[in-house]
């Protein structure tokens, strides 16, 4: 299995891809955390005095769509260049090609972990609370992972032949972003559009973060179920389009 | 490297062979307009000319087989394939037909210091080479010392890689790349590695590996080094085999092609 024999290779990429995002500081960490934190307090502003939001903790609620959200957005958005970036070892040696899009997605998994966390003490401190359900994070961050890695590797091969992928994506993320129940509540999306709304994969699994999190409660099993077999399909589908590209990575790059 | 094709090879044994190319051809569409981005791929649908390529075969149907412990040379022209060959033993490459099949661990030294990253140190570069050879970090520290011995360049282990002259960076290279410890290895005209004395010391390794059973696979134009090194050798031409036999006999089929070559040339320069 590449994954254990390459397991050295995995660590340094992605300890390297984060020391590159972090420009080797913590000072370079919290400005990373200001990005979700300045989102949250504008659409918070905007949304609970103009349009009247009414949702409980509503900043928690931003906080925790937008925070979720990220690790799609920026996860697919990085790991789409990953072969396209590293084009030496595509062309000059033989690794497997897998590896460059798993070690980008693991360092936006660690960077993704980390926002959570800074989640917490504002948990207690906006007074929401922490259960025992916090527990399931792990497990549904996993199924999460799964889903992005999955949609990463079709997008990585697909942006070696099609280089404009990047303006497409970014365009698709941007429409994602108000797709998803990210500043209102997934009870206003009008119910004969609810099964198309549900076809956004990340809409169960905010969904999912929100019980855990900020509502103290198990996830629902529908949305459960969604979640783990929307990322089931996006890595089998996402690792079957890989194998077949991958085939010509060495001549197109 | 562990590539399903090498695994397979494993199970079968391959007859006491290292290396079996079944049949195996490569050829390369070159687009009159390359496309990349989707917008062009639509462009081209809508003017009807969307399509259009140039074929170049590189490889066309090669089989032949390199035994264990064997040195094995591939020799040819420009341009007659001999690299594509080596970057399709060594996976980079898929064939179109055909089938590689590989037994042991294998090492390809097309290029050398690929992954190298300037900015690291040159302790990091030596263990991020090693990394992508495949080598777990246990496996690199035990080799740790003997890289550093064998490249010279101990004293400059903490120093940023772009401070590297050329000759030092290879060197650093070939050092690490030689302890992956592998059982065959592809090498594309890289022994001509630093100065003179380096290369004597590459020679002698490169010599000490084929010596200890291991199975090279060599590409080159130097006559002198594959006569030197290799028992058997394949001379190829447009992407076919010339000849393959004995190195004496394969290197005078050779020189025999290119006099006639230039004999041919110099006959119409005559008219």
Redesign the interface.
């Known amino acids: 299995m590449?994954i254990v024999?390459?397991?050295?290779?995995i660590?340094?990429l992605t300890i390297?891809d984060l020391k590159v995002k972090y420009q080797s500081s913590v000072l370079g960490f919290a400005w990373s955390l200001l990005n979700p934190l300045l989102m949250m307090l504008v659409l918070y502003l905007v949304f609970s005095n103009i349009f009247k939001a009414t949702q409980d903790s509503f900043a928690l609620y931003l906080l925790i769509g937008i925070v979720s959200w990220r690790f799609m957005a920026n996860g697919t958005t990085s790991a789409m260049t990953s072969i396209v970036g590293?084009s030496?070892?595509?062309?000059?040696?033989?690794?497997p090609r897998q590896i460059l899009v798993l070690s980008s997605v693991l360092s936006s998994f660690i960077s993704s972990i980390l926002e959570f966390l800074v989640l917490v003490p504002l948990l207690l401190i906006l007074g929401a609370g922490i259960s025992p359900y916090i527990l399931l994070f792990p497990v549904i961050h996993i199924i999460y992972f799964m889903m992005v890695y999955g949609i990463s590797l079709a997008l990585a091969a697909l942006y070696v032949?099609?280089?404009?992928?990047s303006q497409?994506w970014d365009l698709l993320m941007q429409m994602g972003f108000f797709l998803s129940p990210i500043v209102y509540p997934l009870s206003t999306v009008p119910d004969q559009y609810l099964g198309y709304y549900m076809l956004n994969p990340v809409t169960a699994l905010i969904q999912m973060y929100r019980s855990t999190l900020l509502y103290h409660s198990l996830p629902s099993a529908s949305e459960a179920i969604l979640a783990l077999s929307a990322s089931a399909a996006m890595m089998i589908l996402g690792s079957l389009l890989f194998k077949k590209l991958e085939?010509?990575f060495?001549?197109e790059i | 490297?562990?590539?399903e094709l090498g695994l397979k090879g494993r199970e079968h044994d391959l007859n006491g062979n290292a290396i079996v190319v079944d049949g195996v051809s490569k050829t390369?569409k070159i687009p009159h307009e390359r496309k990349?981005?989707?917008?062009e791929?639509l462009a081209g649908l809508v003017k009807g000319n969307a399509y259009t390529y140039e074929q170049f075969d590189a490889l066309q149907d090669l089989s032949f087989s390199v035994k264990h412990g064997e040195t094995f040379g591939v020799i040819g022209p420009n341009g007659c394939g001999k690299s594509t060959l080596l970057?399709v033993v060594?996976?980079?490459?898929?064939p179109d037909k055909g089938q590689i099949r590989l037994n042991g661990k294998?090492a390809?030294f097309?290029?050398l210091g690929?992954?190298f990253?300037p900015e690291?140190s040159a302790k990091d570069n030596v263990?991020?080479y090693?990394?992508?050879?495949?080598?777990?970090?246990k496996e690199?520290d035990r080799r740790y010392e003997e890289i550093m011995e064998f490249s010279e360049l101990k004293r400059f282990e903490s120093m940023k890689l772009r401070n590297f002259s050329s000759g030092m960076y290879v060197r650093l290279a070939f050092a690490t790349a030689i302890q992956t410890d592998p059982d065959i290895m592809l090498v594309d005209e890289v022994l001509s590695v630093g100065d003179e004395a380096f290369q004597k010391k590459c020679g002698e390794k490169i010599d000490e590996i084929r010596r200890a059973g291991k199975t090279i696979m060599l590409v080159s134009h130097a006559m002198g080094t594959v006569g030197a090194l290799c028992s058997r050798c394949l001379l190829m031409k447009q992407g076919r085999i010339m000849a393959l036999g004995g190195t004496e006999e394969v290197l005078a089929e050779y020189t025999r092609i290119t006099n006639e070559v230039s004999g041919n040339a110099a006959e119409k320069a005559e008219q």
């Open positions: 590449w024999e390459y397991r050295e290779l660590k340094i390297s590293k030496s070892l595509v062309t000059k040696i033989y690794i032949y099609y280089r404009d992928l497409i085939r010509r060495a001549e | 490297m562990l590539r390369f990349i981005t989707v917008f791929h970057k060594a996976g980079v490459l898929y294998v390809p097309l290029e690929v992954g990253q690291l263990y991020l090693g990394a992508i050879m495949g080598l777990t970090r690199i």
